[in-house]
């Protein structure tokens, strides 16, 4: 089978986006494919973070993937900071990463805008989530249009390695969902849904209670006119529900266009909110199982393991490669 290996940062809480636009491909890859999934706290220190929400956060995140379907048993879950393999491939990979390359990260350029002092583990961030996905010889990654450019980066430094030091890392290709991979803002279309954003409104989390969702999509911004229609071109916000809707339900977007013709935004609105409540509850009550089972710790022991000792294999190869003495 193929690997697959894709991670999210415990930096704030998961989102609707995030179940829809991967957790949900998470679960379907699983059954035909070797699957890796972390949650990447090294990477959430790049910024500021309080102690004891980082580890709230992280084992939420982990919780999380299990509620929303992934099994312990068919994949690997873990955290990135069990797996001391990562940092010190992502040093021995920084080494062989140009400053211009890194410069060029559009995502390094949004985050430091307009700052006084910048961390410089930001800066190379993307240096070590190659290491994360050549450890494991990934051959396809699920990422969002906002990781496509730190993958062809990683895509280069394997390739770079390879030449200089012989055939070491798979080259991976980028895993992209026909459907689902883009949800956005529900008060502005233009923008993906983040988990980051300081509006609350912006985003409905996977842990909302059912008020806080209803309530969230009531307030969700729609376009001039009444017309439930999907145009993202000219109609971004109301396309944007259209496609929740779709994804929490088994309707197809004309099935839906058909349902509230005539009807305005209220009913619509009304009826998606009742959706995503019906999507998440079953999550939301799973997710609490799990954290008051006390098995969480257990499922991060066993991923940790196996994931440790695939990433040796291929530190201690890289070692070899590189010149290093190992004993």
């Known amino acids: 089978m193929k690997r697959v290996l894709s991670g999210m940062q415990p930096s704030g809480q998961l989102t609707l986006g995030n179940y829809i636009g991967a957790l949900k491909n998470f679960v379907a890859l699983q059954h035909t494919h070797d699957c890796y999934f972390m949650a990447v706290d090294l990477h959430a220190i790049t910024v500021p973070q309080d102690p004891a929400a980082l580890r709230e956060q992280s084992e ?11 099994d312990p048993a068919k994949s690997t879950v873990f955290l990135q900071s069990h797996v001391r393999q990562h940092a010190e491939l992502g040093w021995m ?28 583990g930001l800066f190379t961030y993307p240096s070590l989530m190659a290491a994360d996905i050549l450890l494991y010889n990934a051959d396809l990654v699920p990422v969002g249009d906002d990781q496509k450019q730190h993958l062809e980066l990683t895509r280069d430094l394997a390739q770079r390695f390879n030449q200089r030091y012989g055939d070491t890392f798979t080259v991976p290709e980028g895993y992209f969902p026909k459907v689902g991979a883009r949800i956005m803002s529900l008060d502005d279309a233009s923008k993906k849904m983040s988990k980051s954003s ?97 098995e969480l710790y257990d499922i991060l022991r066993q991923g940790a393991d196996k994931a440790s000792q695939q990433a040796e294999k291929v530190l201690t190869q890289v070692k070899e490669r590189m010149g290093f003495i190992v004993l």
């Open 198 to 294: 300081a509006n609350q409104g912006s985003f409905i989390a996977m842990l909302d209670t059912p008020d806080v969702i209803r309530k969230k999509i009531s307030r969700a911004v729609t376009d001039s006119g009444r017309e439930v229609r999907f145009d993202p071109q000219n109609k971004p916000e109301v396309s944007n529900l259209i496609s929740i809707y779709a994804q929490c339900s088994d309707k197809t977007i004309a099935e839906i266009e058909a349902q509230y013709e005539g009807l305005g935004y209220g009913p619509f609105k009304k009826e998606l909110a009742e959706q995503v409540v019906a999507v998440l509850e079953p999550v939301q009550q799973r997710y609490q199982e799990i954290r008051k089972s006390g």
């Open 60 to 70: 939420a995140v982990v919780a999380l993937y299990i509620a929303a379907g992934i």
């Open 93 to 120: 990979l920084t080494t062989l990463t140009y400053m211009g390359e890194l410069e060029r990260m559009t995502q390094f350029k949004d985050k430091a805008a307009g700052k006084d002092s910048v961390g410089a």
